[in-house]
């Protein structure tokens, strides 16, 4: 994409199916992002390199997604002062809450926005994400009251739907 200003990174190919959720977030909202691929344990130069330059390449957020030892948000943090997001992957022995507390848990003086485990913390990286943007775009802030108007009109669908049911 051309001019990101998200930057989506994750730790693994793996990772991939959960963090679709917070790039399809992004894309409906029309929000140009980078996807890509770096470690803070595999690949631990690349990791560094990529969050130092990312404020210079024009990216103001990034959403960092990982799972065990999730050290990735924590490390790209340290390495820029643009807001860091974590997303921690659910899955191995402990099911995300070792991903969880990795990501959650920095200490004081630089902090990683921690969402929820799995695909719903991925999707909420993506709007957190676009509420941070929509601090300074109007339209984008607009868009979002639409998408919280929608999910009301859901939900009513959804009562009204029961309520038929259970008349009949
Ligand atoms: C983490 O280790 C990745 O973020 C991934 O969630 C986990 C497993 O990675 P793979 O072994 O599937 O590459 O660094």
Same mark, same amino acid.
């Given at each position: 994409?051309?001019?990101?200003? @998200? ?8 990772? !991939? ?10 894309? #409906? ?30 990216? *103001? ?31 191995? &022995? !402990? #099911? ?5 507390? &990795? ?12 969402? =929820?485990?799995? *695909?719903?913390?991925? *999707? #909420? ?7 941070? !943007?929509?601090?300074?775009? =109007?339209? !984008?802030?607009? +868009?979002? =009251?639409?998408? +919280?108007?929608?999910? =009301?009109? %859901? @939900?009513?669908?959804?009562?009204? +739907?029961?309520? *038929?049911?259970? %008349?009949?």
């Amino acid at each position: 994409m051309q001019n990101p200003v @998200v930057l989506l990174v994750m730790g693994s190919d793996s990772d !991939l199916p959960v963090m679709e959720e917070a790039a399809k977030i992004l894309e #409906n909202f029309g929000v140009p992002y980078e996807m890509r691929i770096s470690s803070a344990h595999r690949a631990p130069r690349k990791t560094a390199l990529l969050a130092a330059e990312a404020r210079a390449r024009g990216i *103001k957020v990034i959403i960092a997604g990982a799972g065990m030892a999730a050290h990735l948000a924590g490390v790209v943090a340290a390495e820029t002062i643009l807001p860091v997001i974590g997303v921690p992957m659910s899955g191995g &022995a !402990l #099911n995300g809450v070792d991903a969880l507390y &990795a990501t959650v848990q920095m200490p004081g003086g630089i902090p990683v926005a921690s969402m =929820a485990i799995g *695909k719903a913390g991925a *999707k #909420n990286a993506g709007i957190f994400a676009v509420q941070i !943007l929509a601090l300074a775009d =109007a339209e !984008l802030a607009g +868009r979002l =009251a639409g998408f +919280r108007e929608a999910m =009301a009109a %859901e @939900v009513e669908e959804k009562d009204a +739907r029961v309520q *038929k049911t259970r %008349e009949a």
